[in-house]
């Protein structure tokens, strides 16, 4: 499989992007787990990838210096608005939880978030399909873009119920469960039939099928998790799976992106060289994310008189960033809007597939070409 299909390279791509490999993973923890494991995990998830996402957002808005006079002109959007969403979830800490005020702020957070991942996946799907011939294919997105948002109301519209009381039939509640997954499997079933079609004329590559599969199967709630989370439950271990390949993955764009820009759109020259490079990139936002976690963790000490020491008091330590996962939401939707002139001029460019390192024994021909 040629080098140009993939995002960066085959490798980089199964490591970040179509991390299949997380799910039976996750599974391997939650299946043979007891509770301090558990404990455990859930700090380490949060410490080293969850919050480094947030953190990487934090610095590309706000670090990279090709944004800042753009966002400084555009104040009330980049800097007005995030205050005002960070306190808003900050005032919320006041309410009862079951507040109109509060269930309002946790249902935004919730539906955002998905939709957040949703997209997500679609636009990294839409990388794949640009690297391919699929590329001329105008169906294609249309049916990309249903399949992700089926998704997204799948994951959600039994939460979005139990957040608020609603006491549905239980009848109803599986009947709109099933039938949302008939109309996802059949915009499923037209998408890989209209592969299948156009195979000769635009075909797809195998890194656009296998990142497909890798995100369709990650937010899908599956059985087995309910058999698995005694202990925490499995909407939690399908939390962990989903959104730890969405962490994965916006850390591996972030990363290549950044790696464009520092080596003029060429490959690092060696494992070592990535490897430092990653090193340096993710330090900061490890230090950030241990930073923030220490303000919720002192948060929850003051409102309870103790330290988060399992997952159900961790998980509600952890709700006190909330203010910032939301205002990360917003940012993104505004960083990834290419109908955007600033972003198609400097988001655009760092998105390309890097071009072969260069080295010491690279002509000098060979070298002006490439560049």
Known sequence: MESKYWIRNPSYDLFFFCAIWWLPLSLLIFGATITAST???FLLYHLFIRVPHFAATLNFTYLYKDN?????????????????????YAVRLRFNPLSLYSLLLLTIAKVW?????????????SLYRGRSAARADALLPKLERAVFYELIVLAIF???????????????LKT???????????TCAAYLTRIWMQRKITPVSFPLLLYFATAVVVMIHWPIYD??????????????????????????????????KKLSQHEFGSLAEGSFGFARFYAPLAVGAAALLAVAGYGYLRSNGSFPSDVP????????????????YYL???????????????????????????????????AIRMR
């Open 39 to 41: 404990a455990i995990f």
């Open 332 to 366: 993104e939707s505004l960083t990834w809007k290419f109908s955007n002139a600033h972003n198609r001029a400097v988001v655009l460019p760092l998105l390309k597939h890097p071009a072969p390192a260069l080295s010491e024994a690279t002509p000098y021909s060979e």
């Open 313 to 328: 008091s961790s998980l509600q330590a952890v709700t006190m960033l909330d203010g910032i996962f939301v205002a990360h």
């Open 113 to 125: 978030g998905m939709q957040h991942i949703g997209l997500q996946n679609y636009g990294l799907l």
């Open 158 to 172: 039994k939460d979005v119920f139990q957040m608020w009381h609603l006491n549905a039939p239980g009848f109803l």
């Open 68 to 88: 800042r006079e753009y966002y400084r002109a555009n104040w009330v959007k980049y800097f007005g608005l995030p205050i005002l969403i960070l306190g808003a």
């Open 176 to 186: 709109v469960s099933w039938g949302l997954f008939g109309l996802f499997g059949f």
């Open 227 to 260: 058999r698995l989370g005694a202990a925490i439950g499995g909407g939690m271990i399908f939390f962990y799976v989903f959104n730890g390949q969405h962490c994965l993955a916006y850390l591996g764009l972030q990363f290549h992106m950044e790696s464009n």
